[in-house]
C-alpha cells in the first residue's frame, strides 16, 4: 500500500481520499480482528484465565464492598432527621409557666426556627411507654426528669453558629444544661469519613495489585509470542500493530474481572440480607440494604476493562519495544 | 535500487563485520553475495532490512537514504522489501494461508485483495492446494516455498534472501532459485545471501564475494 504512495499521490485527491478510506477499514478490520483473536487465546485456556479474572475480581470486589456498606451506612443516617438540635434541660425550680414564656421567647429568636417544650410529666409518660419500665418508675417518690425545650435552629445554620448558639443558651439562667444533638452524629460521620479514606486507600493498593497481575499477565502472554513479534516486525508490522492484540487481551481479563466483581458483590450483599432485615426489623426500621444496582455492575465492569487496557499498557511499552529482530 | 557507499559496520564488541563496503546493484538485478560465514553477507542484508545501522558510511534503498529514515518509519520500509530466511520464520500456530496473508494484513488491505494476492503467490510457489495445512506438516522445501510466498505476497521492488537453500538438498535447492529467477524475471531486485558456490556459480549472475567485511569481487555489474 504504502509502497504505491509516491505514484497515487499524482493521482489528485480523490485516490488519496479512497486511500484514507482503505486504512480507515484495514484499521477497524485489524481491530475487530485482534479483538476475536485475543478473546480466543484468553478462553484457549480457561483454567488460567478464570485465574486470573478471579483475582481481579476479589481485587477489586473487597474496595467495592466497603463502599457499599458505607453508602448503606450513610443512607441509614441520613434517614435519621438531622437538623442540629439543642436540648435545653431546664434548672428544677424554673416553674411551668415560665418555661413556657421561655419557649416563646425562644421561638421568636430569627436564628431558631422551632421549639417545643416537654414537661417534666410529658417526659415521663412518654418514657414509660416506651421504655417498659413501667413498674419500676410507678414506684419512684417523684419524677427525676427535668422539664425540656428542644430549639431546632434554622436550616441555614452552620456547625460552629449552631454550637455558639449552644453556648449563648447555656447561659440563660434558667437552663441547667444545653445539648447539642448532634455530637453522635458528627462523631458517626466523621468515623465514616475515616472508612471512606480507608477505602480509598485499600482501593487504591488493590488497584495498584490489579495493575501489576495484569501487567504480568500480558508480559507472559509477550514473551509466550516473542517469535511472531520478531516475524511480524521483520514484514513490516509497526509497533501499533503488535501492541494492539495485547491490549484487548488486557482488556479482555479486566473486563472478565469487572463481571466476577460484579457478581462477588451480589454475592455479598444476598448473603448478608436476611441477617441484615432480621435486625432492621428488631430495630423496627424499614431499613433494605441497596446493592449496586445495574449501573454499579456496569461501572464495575468499565473500571476493570480501563484497569486491563492500563495494566496491558504498562506491560507493553516496557516490554515491547525490547523485542526486536536479531 | 540499492547503493552501499564505502559502508563499515563495528559490533559493540568490536568485530567488524563490514569494511569499507561499496557497491551497487541495479533495479531488475538478480545478484548473488557469498563468502565464508561471518564474512558479512547477514550484516549487509540487515542494513538494507535496517534492522542494524551502518557504523560509517552510506546506505541508500530505491532512491532513498536510510541514514534519514527514522525508527517510525522502519515498519514502511520493511513493507516495500521481501525477505526469505533460511529458517523459514513460518509461524506454527496457524495456517500455511495465514502466514502468507501476514503482511498483507499488517499492510492493510482489504481481505478480498488478501484472498486474491495470497492464492496467487501460492499458486506461483506451487502450493495452493496446502493452504489449509499447518506449515509444521510440511517438508523443509515446502515450508521455503511458504516463505517465498509470503516475501513476494506484497509484490515488493526488492527480495532478499538469507541463506535460502542451507537446509535443503541440491534437487530442491535449485527449484527454488528458479522461483527467484522468475521473481527477478517480473522485474523484481533479487538480492541473495548463499555459501552454495556450486549452485550459484552454474546460474549465470553477478556474485558479489565478501572476505572478512571487506569486498573481494563483484562491486559493479
Redesign the interface.
Known sequence: MGRREPVRRKEGASVSRTRLRDQYNAWIQHHRLSAADSLLRVLEHPGSSMLTWLVIGIALALPVCLNVALDNVSQVSASWDSPAQISLFLQDEVAVDRARQLEVELGARRDVSETRFISREQALDEFRTLSGFADVLASLEENPLPDLILVTPVATLDGPAVSALRTQLQGNSDVAEAVLDMEWLERLNSLMDLGRRLVLAVGGMLVIGVLLILGNTIRLAIESRRDEIVIVKLVGGSNSFVRRPFLYTGLWYGVGGGVLAALVVSAALWFMEEPIGELAMLYESAFHLSGLGVMGALNLVILGGLLGLAGAWLAVSRHLVHIEPR | MITFERVSKRYEEGHDALREVSVHINRDELVFITGHSGAGKSTLLRLI?L?DRPSRGQVTVDGQNLASVRSRGI??????IG?VFQNH???F?RSVFDNVA??L???????REVGRRVRAALDKVGLLDRERANPITLSGGEQQRVGIA?AVV????ILLADEPTGNLDPALSAEIMDLFEEFNQVGVTVLIASHDLVLISRMHHRIITLRQGSLVSGSTP
Do not use: T
Open positions: 532490512m534492522m515498519p514502511q520500509h520493511r513493507r516495500n525477505v520464520q513460518l509461524l500456530d501476514l503482511p494484513i499488517i499492510a492493510g488491505y482489504d481481505h509470503r506484497g509484490k515488493p521492488k
